[in-house]
Every structure is written in C-alpha cells, then in structure tokens.
C-alpha cells in the first residue's frame, strides 16, 4: 500500500553538493540506519557513500533497531562492528542513549540522518536530542539530514506536560508535531530544551522539492513494526495500545494496523500473534486468537483520532485493568485517561487540549523550513 510520490524529491543526504566541501578533512560520526539511504542513487547507504567520497568517517551511531533494522522495539543493541565497512557501532538505545565524551573524542562533526514518521513517541528525535547535547557538551558540530514527515501535513493531540518527560516525550509537543527532523532540530535549539539551555552549533541540510501538504511514501521500512504507508498514518492513533491490555497487532504482519483481546465478544476480526523474527520475539496474547477490529480498509489520509482507543475502552469487560502505567507516559499527560475513565466524548477530550495546540501551532511556524 503505498502513497503516488509528488515530484522530485531528493532528502538532505542526497544533496551533497551543500555538504561534502564542509565534511573534508574531519573526522565525521554518522548516526544512522537502515533509513539512511540516497533514494536517487539506486538506496545507496550515506555511509557507503561517505566513504565513497573520501569522507574520513569514523564511527556510526544506531538508535533503537540497530543498524540495519533488524532488532524489535525495546531489543538492547550492542556495540559492534559493521561488517560491510568494518567501522566500530556504537549503540544509542539500551542505557546508553546520549554518547559520552569517550565515544565522541576525536570527532569533528556528527551527522544525524534516521526517518522519522513525525509522532512524539518515536524515539529517533530523542536519540536526535541526546546528539545535539552530547555535540554541544563536546565541542562537535551536529549536522542534521533532513527527511520528509510522513505525518507532516498537520499537528494533533495532547502537549506533554511537565513531570511526563521521558524518551518516548522528550520535548513539550504534542503528539502529531508536524515537523521534520531539521525543523524540530531548531526548535530544539532556539526555545534551549537541551539540558541548562545549551545550545547545539547546527546545520540542517534541507530536502529539496517537498513541502507540508506532500505525501510521502517511505522508500524503507523506518522500524520493524511500521512495515508500509498506512501503519504509518494509523501509528498516532493505535500506538496508544502499547499502554492498554489490548494488542495492537504486534506478532503479525500488520502491526498498529489492526487491535484486540484474546475474548471473542470484543469483534469479527480474528488475528494471532507469533513471534516473528525481526518483529515481534514475544509478543502479547503470542499463540491466542485474538478478536477486534481490522483498520486496513482505513484511507491512507489518515489523520489522528482517539476513537479506537475509545471504542476498545467502552467494549472493555475489564475497565479497571484496561490501562497501563505505560499510558500516560505515551500520552503525556495523565488528563487523557482521566477523561476517557469518565466517559468523555473525543469532542471533548479534544476540547481540553485545544488552547495548547493553537499556541503551539503558533510556535510551530518560526521553525518551519518548508511552508
């Protein structure tokens, strides 16, 4: 399933000619994955072009999934060395999320270039985060690739609040953000939400021919678990499952697609996790059949929408062990459940959350590259 591209787009990395006269002669970390590639040029990695190019690369940093994609959500990545190039991997997920001063002594520059999908509970632009303190602590430049946001033609949901921080909420957002990763690395910067204010010395490389209201098809899968355009789309929306009883689909080929309950009363729809190599190694409800709600016939504009978490509340049989602790920290804000727990309508729900996001929006417009 995937969206007509418009145009001829070309992502950061594959604009060299605004990059590589300031990369020679340093030493260069890049922070990347299997998302890390020039569409252009037949999905060549950045790395293998790098270094195609002469460019002194000395070390890669992966986020959560490793290098090459391989790893299910929340899998400890260790460091290791990647087999094509030979160059030492440096893992940021696990208890080492921010690079310390040992990892990056001897860098010049640090490069972040990882598809995002444009929701706040994607841990790649806390990862992004974490590089442009590390950078600024260390005396490394940082240097963004920027990526169109599949979900950037519009901004929703609930700002984070304070005392909710945490890798999946890093930043006062909400959770459709409507930026790219260059547009929030410098909101980052210019409203100082790294640690004491610091700021990172950035340079965002910008996409060329895309603009907000483009849709954009993902030449790679960005995550084990979000394998095509719609996954994507619905992902705000049904990733507040990860903080319920219910399953979201993980254990098949159609997570965050789909969500149930292993009690035939909760829907038609029939599907059974398993583990999946590279997906899912013990998913929830793993060998149950489990019974909800198919949403592959939901369009590919997508926006999002509280009505599935509502509608698997409201079958609940178990109320009082549908959420949890997981929740709030996904929402960021523990408002949300409460509203839900009292019976509120989305209508208003939404309504709670509207002056923040107005404000936002607002805000939102100073760091906008691609209007």
């Known amino acids: 399933m995937a969206l007509a591209q418009s145009g001829n787009i070309m992502v950061g990395a594959e604009r060299s000619e605004l990059y590589l006269n ?15 590639i020039l569409p252009g040029m037949n999905n060549m990695h950045l790395v293998d072009y790098l270094l195609s190019e002469n460019i002194n690369v000395a070390k890669v940093f992966v986020p959560e999934h490793g290098f090459r994609g391989q790893a299910d959500a929340g899998e400890v990545i260790d460091n290791s ?3 094509k190039t030979g160059l030492p991997i440096v893992s940021l997920y696990g208890s080492n999320k ?17 598809q995002d999908v ?33 979900n950037g033609d ?40 790294l640690k004491d204010g610091i700021q990172a010395d950035l340079t965002v490389i910008p996409i060329e021919n895309w603009n907000h209201s483009m849709p954009y098809s993902l030449p790679v899968k960005p995550s084990p678990n979000l394998p095509n355009d719609l996954s994507i789309r619905l992902y705000p929306s049904t990733c507040f499952f990860e903080g319920t009883n219910f399953s979201v689909g993980r254990g098949t080929y159609f997570p965050f697609q789909v969500y149930g309950y292993p009690n035939s009363d909760y829907g038609d729809f029939e599907f059974t996790p398993v583990s999946i190599n590279g997906m899912a190694k013990s998913p929830r409800y793993q060998d149950q059949t489990c019974y909800g709600v198919d949403l592959r016939n939901e ?55 509207k002056k923040e996001l107005d404000e936002f929006k607002k805000l939102r417009e100073k760091y906008l590259i691609y209007n």
Request: charged share 25%.
């Open 154 to 193: 519009y901004v929703d949901g609930p700002i984070r609040k304070e005392g909710f921080k945490s890798f999946v909420g890093m930043h006062p957002v909400p959770i459709v953000h409507g930026l790219t990763v260059g547009e929030l690395a410098q909101m980052i910067n210019g409203e100082m939400w």
């Open 81 to 83: 060395v990647d087999e």
């Open 299 to 353: 369009p590919l504009t997508s926006k999002f929408t509280l009505s599935y978490i509502l509608d698997a509340y409201n079958r609940s049989q178990e109320k009082d062990k549908f959420f949890t602790n997981w929740f709030n920290t996904l929402a960021g804000t523990d408002e949300l459940m409460k509203m839900i727990k009292a019976g509120k309508s989305e209508e208003e729900i939404r309504a709670s959350w």
């Open 118 to 150: 444009g929701t706040r509970f994607y841990t790649y632009i806390s990862t992004m985060h974490y590089i442009m303190e590390a950078g600024s602590e260390n005396g490394v430049e940082v240097m963004v690739m920027d990526r169109p946001n599949p």
């Open 98 to 114: 921010k690079p310390s001063s040992e990892q990056l002594e001897g860098l010049d520059i640090i490069i972040f270039d990882l």
């Open 22 to 36: 300031d990369l020679k002669g340093k030493s260069v970390g890049v922070v990347g994955n299997q998302t890390s």
